[in-house]
């Protein structure tokens, strides 16, 4: 950020005011300073944030966990790349499956940060059709992971054992896919409960109530989008560690 | 950041009638850009795997397109590069810790995995 970004920050408190530092200098003075430390961050946008810190953290000890199980046992690990693939035209293709999900949920990634942009130039209609099509990607990639886990279970993975080695494969399969797809779901009610909101131009006439901001701000389509953004992230470990390791 | 300048969830919605920027703004194409490297990242990948790339190779390369995936996510989707270091050391540093723990655990399955191969040979 240079001066000139700085002073088209906030001209009303620049103008009489002195400017708050920037880089580390910004950093200390925000935290050391005897008021509330992310400054022009609103409430709102702050606790997403913390949420998903939080978040951060549950996902992460399911994968340690599935670390620890994985290094752990004396049971040959499954091959991901042999267990998820797909019999398409004759032959077996690894984990094609898995690929069209990452490509879903990435695409779902880039028209939710489309709907934000939109969302900030109060065009309703442009926001709440983009974020109508990310909660669709969203609703496909549940529907895949749906058939992902019909195809396993009928081929008989169970959370206390498998066809293909060590046992903690179908415990660490469920519980870290199965946490990951609820938090897609949520996220898929989340974005349509949001779009109906903006369509409706509640954001435009600043309404109460349930999600909606007071003062007719549409910051609550970035709040959603980090959010999204945040299961598409989580999925990005999810595809390295669990299904590409 | 000159090209894209973001301001703070400050504006009023006359401010934003006034034709004052509001919230996170950045040019469309920016967007476009990342999504495209993060589909081809994936790609690449996919293909580590399709193309049995095994071994050291395979893991470098698997951390590197997942580093490289969810730091385009976190800085330009989630906007971490325009907020003010405040909340992005916030939000940020704490996971890095979360590699203290991957390290204990490290250590500790070892151990676990040696107590198996020592007493319960070819069994869970």
């Known amino acids: 950020m240079n001066d000139s970004t700085l002073t088209t920050m906030e001209p009303a408190a620049t103008a009489g005011a002195v400017a708050r530092p920037e880089g580390w200098r910004g950093f200390a003075a925000d935290w050391s300073s005897d008021q509330r430390a992310f400054k022009g961050v609103s409430w709102g946008k702050a606790m997403m944030w913390i949420f998903l810190l939080s978040d951060t953290f549950i996902f992460g000890c399911f994968l340690l966990s599935y670390m620890t199980a994985r290094m752990s046992t004396t049971v040959a690990w499954p091959n991901p790349s042999e267990v998820f693939a797909l019999h398409i035209g004759g032959q077996d293709v690894p984990l094609i499956l898995i690929a069209i999900m990452t490509f879903v949920l990435i695409s779902s990634s880039g028209t939710m940060a489309m709907a934000v942009n939109f969302g900030y130039r109060r065009d309703r209609v442009k926001t709440a059709v983009l974020m109508l099509i990310t909660a669709i990607f969203g609703a496909t990639f549940v529907g895949m992971q749906a058939f992902e886990w019909t195809k396993l279970i009928s081929e008989g993975a169970r959370p206390w054992e498998n066809p293909w080695g060590a046992a903690q494969f179908g415990s660490s399969f469920f519980m870290i896919t199965g946490f990951h797809g609820t938090h897609v779901t949520i996220g898929v009610i989340f974005l349509l409960i949001v779009a109906r909101k903006v369509w409706r131009g509640d954001y435009d006439r600043g309404t109460r109530g349930f999600f909606t901001s007071r003062k007719g701000h549409y910051e609550i389509v970035e709040i959603t989008g980090l959010y999204w953004h945040f299961v598409d992230l989580v999925w990005v470990f999810i595809f390295a560690f669990f299904y590409l390791w | ?124």
């Open chain 2, 1 to 124: 950041m000159a090209t894209a300048h973001a301001t703070t969830g400050h504006d009023t919605p006359a401010d934003a009638a006034a034709g004052h920027a509001e919230g996170q703004q950045h040019p469309i194409k920016l967007y476009m850009v990342v999504w495209g490297w993060l589909f081809i990242l994936s790609a690449a990948s996919y293909a580590v795997d399709y193309f049995h790339v095994q071994g050291y190779l395979r893991w470098t390369l698997i951390l590197i397109f997942m580093t490289l995936k969810a730091g385009l996510i976190v800085a330009v989707f989630m906007h971490m590069a325009w907020e003010r270091l405040a909340l992005s050391y916030a939000i940020l540093v704490p996971p890095v810790l979360v590699l203290v723990f991957v390290a204990m655990m490290v250590i500790e399955s070892e151990y676990t995995h040696w107590l198996r191969v020592f007493f319960f040979a070819g069994g869970g």
